[in-house]
T-cell receptor, first 112, second 114 residues
Framework: GENVEQHPSTLSVQEGDSAVIKCTYSDSASNYFPWYKQELGKGPQLIIDIRSNVGEKKDQRIAVTLNKTAKHFSLHITETQPEDSAVYFCAASKEGAQKLVFGQGTRLTINP | EAQVTQNPRYLITVTGKKLTVTCSQNMNHEYMSWYRQDPGLGLRQIYYSMNVEVTDKGDVPEGYKVSRKEKRNFPLILESPSPNQTSLYFC?????????????FGEGSWLTVV
């Protein structure tokens, strides 16, 4: 079955700097890669996603890149702000699948 | 407002005492699922349901039961809880197909079994 590895497990950056979180997946049939943000005491919320037919997607300060050949995808947050502090999860899924397979999570801390 | 509502949010119980965590969604979603979140392990699927009366095991179903008698509700049942079921639980729902549609999560239920 699919396996998703996420790195790093913790990440601390200065406010205004960029943050990058990386994930690798094992199943070449996976074609949908969402990123979820989990704030303290809340459930995960979708922040951005990408399908396998595109290599990059951007939404304001957030971008996701996908390398299908290498089977890895990354979340990029630019101009980080204190409200970006949270746990971020990557996930992967394929057609017909009945679950998302999640990475282990990255705790991102933005230092003022 | 689109919502997935779980109850209770916090619970401490004793080993062997049956408990139910309720989950309800107001988006008319066919798909519902339960996940548990443990440090360093991410979110792991316990059970899922494609529609009313259709349920199936996820990756970590041992010690859990579910039912889907109505489209909006998907309770998680721990018949005889054990300490290794101490965890943060999330209910989730989505439209079909799952791949490509947003999964909406509840706010979580913290369960401690002593």
């Amino acid at each position: 079955g699919e396996n998703v590895e996420q790195h790093p497990s913790t990440l601390s950056v200065q406010e205004g700097d960029s943050a990058v979180i990386k994930c690798t997946y094992s199943d070449s049939a996976s074609n949908y890669f969402p990123w979820y943000k989990q704030e303290l005491g809340k459930g995960p919320q979708l922040i951005i996603d990408i399908r396998s037919n595109v290599g990059e997607k951007k939404d304001q300060r957030i971008a996701v890149t996908l390398n299908k050949t290498a089977k890895h995808f990354s979340l990029h947050i630019t101009e980080t702000q204190p409200e970006d502090s949270a746990v971020y999860f990557c996930a992967a899924s394929k057609e017909g699948a009945q679950k998302l397979v999640f990475g282990q999570g990255t705790r991102l801390t933005i230092n003022p | 407002e689109a919502q997935v509502t779980q109850n209770p949010r916090y619970l401490i119980t004793v080993t062997g005492k049956k408990l139910t965590v309720t989950c309800s969604q107001n988006m008319n979603h066919e798909y519902m699922s339960w996940y548990r979140q443990d440090p360093g392990l991410g979110l792991r699927q316990i059970y899922y349901s494609m529609n009313v009366e259709v349920t199936d095991k996820g990756d970590v179903p041992e010690g859990y039961k579910v039912s889907r008698k109505e489209k909006r509700n998907f309770p998680l049942i721990l018949e005889s809880p054990s300490p290794n079921q101490t965890s943060l639980y999330f209910c989730a729902s989505s439209s079909q197909p799952l791949s490509g549609n947003t999964i909406y999560f509840g706010e979580g239920s913290w369960l401690t079994v002593v």
